[in-house]
């Protein structure tokens, strides 16, 4: 039996459960980290430390002839750089 957790645990070929990165199949756009910092704060305040994610979307889409489900940022996306499964 799979425990799954969203869709981000899957089991591997030897049986292994692989987390899911949060990362473009197409362009390898991942996570970025910073500092939150809005302009209504003074800049002697602390400000959080925060990560901002890609809008990575389910798409199923055509490879070498092939089906197959892959997470795709919108930009991709709207670039046409994948061709969608019908």
Do not use: E
Not at 12 to 31: H, I, Q, R, S
Not at 57 to 63: G, K
């Amino acid at each position: 039996m799979v425990a799954r957790a969203g869709n981000f645990v899957t089991v591997d070929f030897t049986g292994y459960f692989v987390v899911m990165a949060k990362v473009c199949d197409v362009c390898a756009k991942g996570p970025m980290t910073g500092r939150g910092y809005t302009f209504l704060r003074s800049h002697w305040n602390s400000h959080d430390k925060r990560r901002w994610l890609p809008n990575l979307q389910p798409v199923r889409a055509m490879v070498a002839g092939a089906v197959k489900k892959m997470k795709v940022c919108t930009s991709c996306i709207k670039a046409g750089k994948i061709k969608r499964a019908v």
